[in-house]
């Protein structure tokens, strides 16, 4: 069930309010009337998505008879996956608006219910389509062009032969989809409505609440004992945690095992990479080459310490600015001014994907109690539109999210644009990469419209700090995550205590710890607990391969190569058409599996250090 969302993670700039804008806050909050009008349209179309979830059993064993009945029953399918999706967001979208809300907890509680339910009522569908062979199944195909839209699906069912079970076992463990999924739950839970946030007062007097959107904001500060402190009392708060929410992992991991295993699969990380078709060379590759460039990366921290003129650098130092400039405050309205302009080379139908979804309500934009931390984009109400979450602090990084979650959306567009919406849902795989790209035109944007060697410094150690918090500690996140599965498979027993021992082990080799380049302190292992992504099942790693590729992509594209802009046009266009490597490959000869596919992120590493050295 976890699976099926499409979640990842500016307005039109009218110079003539451009006075107004500047004097206004503006906050957005998403109207999910687009979905539908009111709470009591969302119970009919619950009961209605419900009638027609215990009607598809029915199709069982029609499939085979005709072309024009499995063409049918595969529609009668997808039409109830597509309003299940809708029902599903509409109540999800509304609880993570504020999670404190118990009627929005059980209306979120029933769709998910639903989801459960559609999966156990279509549990047949993958066995019979095996029964029926591939031979009848391309015949079929040849002869009815409806099934078109169908083809990768059903492809992609043959393909999964030896992991698919007989219909029973399947109908079993869709049953057991709530239960599967239900640590996710606990740790939002736990993270968003249920742990009592501490209070600090910080060296001016300030007074601030360190819930997981306070922590992000001031882990910043730019007074180091304040940063401390921040970084004492929020880790202190998780491990009074740390063992509950061990257990929430170790149910995660245990659950994910158990379906690896079920289905045949050498272990965990096989098992997810076959559903998105990966070749296990992506996620080698990736490991191999962040380990290597460890150095590249200490020598950032390094010339981090150095520019904030400290010797014995240590984990709460890694989030400052690497010099304290005036920016001004990058409220919603600039946010979206620069970000259109900084897109402005993506070309003429981009932008006006672009503007036209910010001319809309789709955006849900400042924290406010009970809101879901984080931010993503939402574009799996196929027939409506994307719809954006953001925590909007008003300073830079918040700038970078909006591009970023901007950048999904435009890619849902371009997707179901092109595709029916058995092939508009895209892979993570290739998601990330379309909105890291836009990280680095907006990265790139700043340091050339800079007004001061302070400020360009300032833009340059952002995008050296994307970099760091996107190639590599996402590919420490991956590495933990692999850990953890791969103890889990050896028998060994998850407990917070043994978690945070592993990721401290890789919080310091990948920061350095024992070459003196970064401190880290014991009490900070307990980072872990505070990811929410270790729910998503090896998302993390493909972060770190989509910055891999946004640096691939954009090097060549900074350069003035249309081509290649082009290419990536046509990625983001072809959804999920096809397996995310065969796009890329296929469509920008991009090959994930090699080298050199990771090469332009660490020579946009080491440029950036280079030019910031100049200017020193």
């Known amino acids: 069930m976890k699976n099926f969302l499409s979640i990842f993670s500016l307005a039109l700039v009218c110079l003539c309010n451009s006075q107004l804008w500047a004097q206004e806050t503006v906050r957005y909050e998403w109207d999910l009337s687009d979905i539908y009008p009111d709470v009591s349209a969302w119970e009919a179309a619950m009961e209605e998505v419900a009638a027609r979830i215990e009607g598809l059993p029915d199709l069982q064993g029609s499939l085979g008879d005709s072309a024009s009945a499995m063409l049918a029953a595969l529609r009668e399918i997808s039409d109830t996956n597509k309003e299940t999706a809708r029902v599903y967001v509409y109540t999800s979208l509304e609880r993570d608006a504020d999670q404190r809300q118990a009627d929005t907890q059980a209306r979120f509680g029933r769709a998910r ?112 004992d304040d940063r401390k402190l921040v970084f004492d009392t929020f880790w202190d708060t998780w491990n009074q945690f740390a063992d509950g929410m061990g257990a929430t992992l170790a149910s995660e991991v245990q659950a994910n095992v158990f379906t690896a295993r079920v289905r045949s699969h050498d272990g965990v990380l096989d098992h997810n990479l076959f559903n998105d078709g990966l070749p296990p060379e992506v996620y080698t590759q990736l490991v191999s080459q962040v380990n290597e460039a460890l150095p590249i990366f200490h020598r950032y921290l390094q010339l981090r310490g150095r520019m904030l003129g400290i010797d014995d650098l240590r984990y709460y130092d890694i989030y400052p600015p690497l010099v304290e400039v005036d920016t001004g405050e990058f409220d919603l309205r600039r946010s979206e001014e620069i970000t259109f302009a900084a897109l402005e080379p993506f070309g003429e139908r981009y932008l006006e994907l672009l503007e036209y979804g910010l001319s809309q309500d789709w955006m849900h934009s400042h924290p406010q109690p009970g ?125 917070g205590p043994r978690l945070t021992e592993i990721y401290g082990d890789l919080l310091k080799r990948y920061h350095g710890h024992d070459e003196g380049v970064l401190t ?19 998302y993390v790693f493909q972060y770190a391969t989509s910055i891999s590729g946004a640096a691939w992509f954009a090097e060549q594209f900074l350069a003035g190569d249309t081509e290649v802009r082009d290419d990536f046009i046509r990625v983001l266009s072809a959804g999920g058409s096809d397996y995310p490597h065969n796009i890329l490959l296929n469509e920008a000869g991009l090959d994930m599996t090699q080298p050199e596919a990771y090469e332009p992120v660490l020579r946009r590493m080491t440029d950036l250090m280079d030019r910031i050295e100049a200017l020193l």
Do not use: C
Request: proline share 5%.
């Open 371 to 495: 809101k879901r931390s984080g931010a993503y984009m939402n574009g799996s109400v196929y027939d409506v539109h994307p719809y954006v979450l953001l925590n909007h602090n008003d300073d830079y990084n918040s700038l970078s999210t909006f591009a970023h979650e901007w950048g999904h959306a435009v890619h849902s567009l371009l997707a179901n644009e092109n595709n029916p919406y058995e092939n508009a849902g895209y892979s993570t795989f290739i998601a990330e990469m379309a909105s890291t790209i836009n990280e680095i035109l907006l990265e790139e944007y700043m340091i050339a419209n800079a007004r001061t060697d302070e400020e360009k410094l300032f833009y340059l150690g952002g995008a050296l700090e994307s970099i760091r918090g996107t190639f590599f500690r996402q590919t420490m996140f991956a590495e933990f995550e692999l850990a953890i599965h791969q103890a889990a498979e050896n028998g060994e027993p998850l407990t």
């Open 113 to 224: 219910q639903l989801y459960t339910d559609f999966g156990e009522a279509t549990s047949w569908l993958s066995p019979e389509v095996l029964e029926i062979g591939a031979e009848r199944v391309n015949r079929f195909i040849a002869a009815e062009p409806g099934l078109a839209d169908f083809e990768f699906m059903l492809q992609d069912m043959l393909r999964r032969a030896p992991h698919t079970l007989d219909q029973q076992t399947e109908a079993i463990l869709a049953q057991a989809g709530m239960v599967l999924s239900s640590p996710e739950q606990i740790y939002e839970n736990y993270a968003n409505a249920d742990i009592p946030w501490p209070t600090i007062t910080l060296s001016e007097g300030q007074e601030v609440t360190l819930s997981q959107a306070g922590y992000s904001r001031w882990r910043a500060a730019p007074n180091r």
């Open 520 to 538: 880290i302190d014991e009490p900070y292992a307990v980072e872990w607990a505070y990811i929410p992504h270790f729910y998503y099942d090896f």
